[in-house]
């Protein structure tokens, strides 16, 4: 892997802080395999999967073999909404078997702040963002601005790397490493387990209103259960 900025804090710092936000795909897990085998040595590492309720099963199956195979110890965390308003986002520790499955940090977030959409993107940062960050501060004591985010973005998607990489403390390992789809698709094929999942559709949220319509349309067609969850929030929920 080339050099990147993360390395070179190495001559400045005792021993550098990354955190991982490992969203269940299968790019974001050889990212943190990639970080794992390169800096665990060096550098201390906070894995963290932020669980929103409404990920596939699968996705969630994918996480706790990643886990157990590798000897990650990835914390679980989900959004804790205080219906109180100017109250944060916290956090609560879970696990593979007591992980939300019904979308409820969603829907907790959505009754406080309303449905998400273009003008208001907001789901992201509460339910996974603002949680792995509560626990980070809160848990750890790692203050924003003291630590390197890896971020799960492949060399082909160049186009979402941010220009202000080094401001941020962004890290990109697979664009540093050069690694592609095909890459990512090739280290995966050599574990003894893969994600189980119909189509990239299916991935993050399975019902995301920021997916494609060809890929609702698809959804739609194959498992259209899928919006329920959304169908009930649009019915109960203010916009």
Known sequence: MPSSGLERTTQNMSKPKLAISFSGGRTSAVMTKLCVDKFSETHDIAITFANTGSEHENTLKF?????????WNVVWVEAVVNPEKGKGIRHKIVT??????????????????????????HCTR???????????????????GEFWIAIGIRADEM????QNREKLKFVYPLVDAGWAKEDVKQECASWPF?????????????????????????????SPEVFDFPRRMEKNIAI
């Open 63 to 71: 996480v706790d073999q990643c886990d157990k195979h590798f000897g």
């Open 194 to 222: 893969d994600l189980d999942l119909k189509g990239e559709h299916y991935g993050n949220c399975t019902w995301c209103w920021k997916k494609s319509l060809r890929k609702h349309l698809t959804l739609a067609k194959e």
């Open 96 to 121: 593979f078997e007591t992980a939300a499955r019904n979308g409820e940090p969603l829907e907790a977030d959505f009754a406080k702040h309303g449905l998400p959409g273009p003008g208001w993107l």
């Open 126 to 144: 509460d339910t996974k963002e603002l949680p792995i960050k509560d626990y980070l501060k809160s848990v750890l004591g790692w203050k924003w």
């Open 159 to 162: 186009d979402r790397v941010s």
